[in-house]
């Protein structure tokens, strides 16, 4: 895991940096790499991919919203926090999928909750899927992969890139799957939250259309209530 502050405030990024040092520390969990910059532009000449990012917004040079919409650009699963003190840049920010808003003074126990909810993220986005085929094992993660459908004793992966007939049944990928993530909508039928485009009662588009599953009448208020809950997650 990689971590980043990006902030023109030497004594914020000190507080944060303090901030994760404690929450680490608390939680039993190994430091990550942490990595520190003081402008946009040199946070944007870094190469590496940076999985939870720091990011204040009123900068010299260019600005945190420039920079955010660069980065999840160039890695979608990025989980950008927004430290400011000004809050008309929220409804900006949100447009490309920030994570959470700070408000500064950053506050200690809010920081800590926020962080354990990245943590849970991170771990979902990075989750390794072993699909195996009668053509060997595809190890996948499971941010890739947009649905299972069942058709007879055929069992299909559809990802983001690929197919895949996977030599288990429905049940297996039931249990395997993480459920903060997934949702088995009709028997036929698993789906990932993350590229729902829309639903009905009896159907739900996934990636701009690509796939349509069922979605069993007696599942709708389950899954609705399910899916605002991912959403709120991811906020």
Request: net charge neutral; proline share 2%; glycine share 2%.
């Amino acid at each position: 895991m990689y971590i980043s502050i990006c902030d023109d405030d030497s004594l914020i990024i000190e507080k944060i940096c303090a901030y994760l040092n404690n929450f680490f520390e608390q939680n039993h969990l190994s430091l990550p790499e942490i990595s520190c910059f003081s402008s946009g532009e040199e946070l944007l000449a870094r190469t590496d991919n940076i999985d939870i990012l720091f990011l204040d917004v009123e900068m010299p040079g260019i600005n945190g919203i420039y920079v955010g919409k660069e980065l999840k650009r160039k890695n979608g699963n990025i989980i950008i926090f927004i430290v400011t003190s000004y809050s008309q840049y929220l409804d900006e920010a949100m447009r490309f999928h920030v994570f959470r808003y700070l408000s500064k003074p950053i506050d200690k126990q809010r920081f800590f909750r926020n962080m354990k909810d990245a943590i849970n993220l991170y771990h979902s986005l990075t989750y390794m899927i072993p699909v195996e085929t009668k053509e060997g094992v595809h190890a996948l993660s499971a941010s890739t992969i947009i649905a299972v459908e069942a058709e007879g004793r055929k069992v299909t992966i559809h990802t983001t890139t690929n197919k895949f007939q996977s030599i288990h049944n429905m049940q297996y990928w039931v249990d395997l799957l993480p459920r903060n993530r997934f949702f088995q909508t009709h028997r036929s039928f698993i789906i990932n939250f993350e590229y729902v485009t829309d639903f009905d009662r009896t159907l739900i588009h996934l990636a701009n259309n690509q796939i349509n599953a069922y979605l069993t009448r007696r599942k709708y208020s389950e899954f609705k209530a399910a899916y605002l809950l991912y959403l709120e997650s991811t906020r």
